[in-house]
């Protein structure tokens, strides 16, 4: 089992709809989560944090952690084709490093 | 610019030599991380470091790679005997103090094996 799982996608949404990316980890001892953006060809961006249970806003961005669970997700609003990009979800272990997810490939349709 | 440097940004080698990657952090950054990224996948921990101390490797990564970062400022990734396997994109980040999460990434080193 991989230690920071997500759905590779791709997922495709309308433009000015909600997109919805979710993640799941395997060591329960995780405090710290992260969602990077990754456009083509670049490196990825810290795009939101999340350190407790429940949900945190950024803009058009929400990020939701669920800790019972092992759950974290990435909501973005009205989606614009400028969000079109692989999105890294991010746990940080015990060692104090980042494992990454292999991302979501995201598109948003004009 | 003040973000984070890495050099060469291309590198093409032929199996067997040595290659060796170079990383300047955000000048006031503590920490400082190796990944390695290939096609399709999220980036793969290699190493940190916090100033010059190197604290973790992770336990996939061969002998053949050794990773430097004297005087706590810029590090060095070295890569012996390159292997066709190899091939992928070498990420640099750098952190600063308590957000350890929270990293600015270079524009990587893509290295092909032949």
């Known amino acids: 089992q991989k230690e920071v799982e997500q759905n590779s996608g791709p997922l495709s949404v309308p433009e000015g709809a909600i997109a919805s990316l979710n993640c799941t980890y395997s060591?329960?001892?995780?405090?710290?989560f992260f969602w990077y953006r990754q456009y083509s060809g670049k490196s990825p961006e810290l795009i939101m944090s999340?350190?407790?249970?429940g949900d945190k806003e950024d803009g058009r961005f929400t990020a939701q952690l669920n800790k019972a669970s092992q759950y974290v997700s990435l909501l973005i609003r009205d989606s614009q084709p400028s969000d079109s990009a692989t999105y890294l979800c991010?746990?940080?272990?015990?060692?104090?490093?980042?494992?990454f997810g292999s991302g979501t490939q995201l598109t948003v349709l004009p | 610019d003040t973000g984070v440097s890495q050099n060469p940004r291309h590198k093409i080698t032929k199996r067997g030599q040595n290659v060796t990657f170079r990383c300047d952090p955000i000048?006031?950054?503590?920490?400082l991380y190796w990944y390695r990224q290939t096609l399709g996948q999220g980036p793969e921990f290699l190493t940190y470091?916090?100033?010059?101390?190197?604290?973790?490797k992770s336990r996939l990564l061969s002998d053949r790679f050794s990773a430097e970062r004297p005087k706590g400022s810029f590090s060095t990734l070295e890569i012996q005997r390159t292997e066709q396997g190899d091939s992928a994109m070498y990420l640099c980040?750098?952190?600063?103090?308590?957000?350890?999460?929270?990293?600015?990434f270079g524009e990587g080193s893509r290295l092909t094996v032949l």
């Open positions: 999340i350190y407790s249970n």
């Open positions: 991010a746990v940080e272990g015990s060692a104090r490093q980042l494992t």
């Open positions: 060591d329960r001892g995780s405090q710290s």
């Open positions: 980040a750098s952190s600063l103090g308590m957000n350890t999460g929270e990293l600015f």
């Open positions: 470091f916090q100033n010059e101390a190197q604290l973790e």
């Open positions: 000048s006031e950054h503590n920490r």
